[in-house]
């Protein structure tokens, strides 16, 4: 027909829960992105899985199941796509007994902003800058000795030229304190989540953040269960 061309509908793959722009990556286009600041000034992002029955149950009942929760550090660039893929495809325990529907957080450093690039899209759709995933994925390398070395320490597989991670690491008591301080609190307030049933999981130096978490005097307890991959 004729008239002003009409522009073509923005796509956003997977939108930010708080309505901004698409973050990425995420597993499925459902998962939600939020952005928590730590009360040192620490900036991290989390993703958030959520199973079908979710709003599922919200509809049918006038509260809505709660469900266990699994805390997942590391959570990029591939810890939160695989427990989230592993967790959303069922045949995966048909022959477990364990088999409950569950929320996957998981929750990695935020430097999104550092490394993002001029767009080659269309402007008018609001397209974000291009995001550089694998220098992003570089510098997070220094935020998991921070996080989740319990001291400070040299990496053993360090790539020549890498940066030096002594000066950064050892701070994992001041992480675990934002998990039970900060990030729970806010997942608990948003979402229906079975308050006795969470779940911890890392690997590498994730796993090393877990193993501190558990040894934790006053946070430990929040806790349910504990996994710790090498």
Same mark, same amino acid.
């Given at each position: 027909e004729n008239g002003p061309a009409r522009k073509r509908p923005c796509q956003r793959v997977a939108a930010a829960a708080d309505g901004g722009s698409p973050d990425a990556p995420l597993a499925f286009a459902s998962c939600e992105s939020h952005r928590l600041r730590s009360a040192g000034g620490l900036d991290y992002k989390l993703l958030v899985s959520l199973p079908l029955s979710y709003h599922q149950g919200a509809v049918n009942s006038e509260k809505g199941e709660a469900y266990p929760v #699994?805390? =997942? /550090?590391d959570a990029e660039p591939y810890l939160f796509p695989l427990v989230t893929v592993a967790a959303r495809t069922t045949h995966f325990f048909t022959r477990t007994r364990w088999h409950p529907d569950f929320i996957v957080v998981g929750v990695v450093a935020d430097l999104e902003e550092r490394f993002r690039e001029p767009s080659t899209n269309d402007e008018s759709c609001g397209a974000r800058p291009r995001l550089d995933v694998y220098r992003l994925w570089d510098a /997070?390398?220094?935020t998991r000795a921070r996080d989740y070395l319990p001291t400070a320490a040299e990496s053993p597989w360090g790539v020549p030229g890498a940066e030096s991670l002594l000066a950064v690491s050892g701070?994992? $008591?001041? *992480? =675990?304190? *934002?998990? +039970? $301080? +900060? /990030? #729970?609190?806010? =997942?608990?307030e948003r979402y229906r989540t079975l308050q006795s049933q969470r779940v911890l999981i890392g690997k590498s130096f994730g796993g090393s953040g877990v193993a501190h978490a558990m040894l934790d005097i006053k946070y430990a307890r929040l806790f349910s269960? *504990? #996994? /710790? +991959?090498s």
């Open positions: #699994i805390y =997942v /550090l /997070l390398r220094p701070h994992a $008591s001041t *992480f =675990v304190d *934002f998990l +039970g $301080s +900060g /990030l #729970i609190p806010f =997942v608990d269960h *504990f #996994i /710790l +991959g």
